[in-house]
């Protein structure tokens, strides 16, 4: 069962843990957005990896990963692709590396799992439902794509699910997490994703220290309103108590940065990445991953906050340690 929220925090909810240093998480490239949309965006290992390792340079303490194919852009769950740039990455920087479990929704479980079992990373992503999850209205604002597979891929996320049933988490908690000691980053894009890991903390899957990944502004998912993040800060601390958890926070597109920094004024983390958003402000592309870190690093650092270091994360979330990997 999980701990009685009362005796895990303070009265008021917003008890502070004893390092409140704020992690930056990049996510470098994703399966969402296509080559047409910024020329900026990573495809090959080579970019990949040139982009993960500036984004640590530049202060993120974690790299979510996911493949494309070089040829083409489009995302690939091949272990192959995967292990072109993975290990080159840990041999130039001491960030945690997390691997991506959602691929995409084109992508079986079995196709998702391929390298994040291979490689045994300290952390996986792992979305805690099946949902709805989609940007095809961004198609009819494009009419010259670079590559013939893009538009019909954006589109067809119209009539597309993502799919992870209780049975699916079940399953990849315990292949990665009981067997090879991997941790998760638990992307709730819901209120209905913290009961669902809620469950899961319940039925004795998941350990604590949770980290929790607010993500807002998804279609399909819980929107971007200020309020719905303070909604979900205050679920998490009646479900889970303060002290078991830390939060940080996703803003999909335009509301990257000012949700990013409302959660650490709140005493969150923050995630930022090309993944998440193709810009750094309004109309203008970011260059590359390591603009958006050094933006958000400079937000932070403007309101008196420390940014956590690699060393310093795997303390707080508990991690086994980079040379504990496959890779």
Not at 12 to 40: E, F, L, R, Y
Not at 45 to 73: C, F, K, S, T, V
Not at 146 to 174: C, P, T
Request: charged residues 20%.
């Amino acid at each position: 069962m999980r701990p009685a929220p009362a005796a895990q925090r303070s009265g008021n909810g917003n008890m502070k843990h004893s390092n409140d240093k704020v992690i930056i998480t990049c996510a470098v490239t994703g399966g969402i957005h296509t080559p047409t949309m910024s020329p900026h965006l990573p495809l090959t290992p080579e970019q990949i990896a040139e982009q993960a390792i500036a984004a640590g340079a530049a202060g993120a303490a974690i790299l979510h990963l996911h493949a494309r194919d070089p040829r083409d852009g489009r995302p690939t769950p091949d272990p192959q692709v995967f292990q072109q740039f993975v290990p080159r990455i840990k041999a130039a920087t001491d960030a945690v590396i997390n691997i991506t479990t959602g691929g995409t929704a084109r992508m079986s479980l079995a196709e998702r799992l391929a390298y994040p079992l291979a490689a045994r990373p300290e952390m996986c992503s792992l979305n805690m439902g099946s949902m709805n999850f989609s940007i095809h209205p961004v198609a009819r604002r494009i009419s010259d794509w670079k590559y013939d597979w893009e538009k019909s891929y954006v589109e067809g996320m119209e009539d597309q699910i993502f799919r992870n049933s209780f049975k699916d988490i079940a399953h990849i908690l315990r292949a990665l997490g009981e067997i090879h000691g991997t941790r998760f980053e638990f992307e709730c894009y819901d209120m209905g994703h913290l009961y669902n890991l809620a469950h899961f903390v319940d039925q004795g899957l998941v350990r604590t220290p949770l980290f929790i990944q607010f993500v807002l502004g998804v279609l399909g998912g819980i929107g971007p309103d200020p309020a719905n993040l303070v909604h979900m800060r205050d679920t998490a601390d009646r479900l889970f108590g303060r002290e078991n958890y830390r939060f940080s926070v996703l803003g999909a597109g335009r509301h990257q940065m000012g949700l990013t920094a409302m959660a650490a004024v709140m005493g969150g983390n923050v995630r930022v990445g090309l993944e998440d958003s193709l810009f750094l402000s309004r109309g203008e592309l970011a260059s590359s991953n390591a603009d958006q870190v050094r933006k958000i690093r400079r937000i932070l650092e403007e309101l008196s906050l420390e940014i956590a270091s690699p060393r310093e994360v795997r303390q707080m979330l508990g991690l086994k340690g980079a040379d504990k990997v496959g890779f």
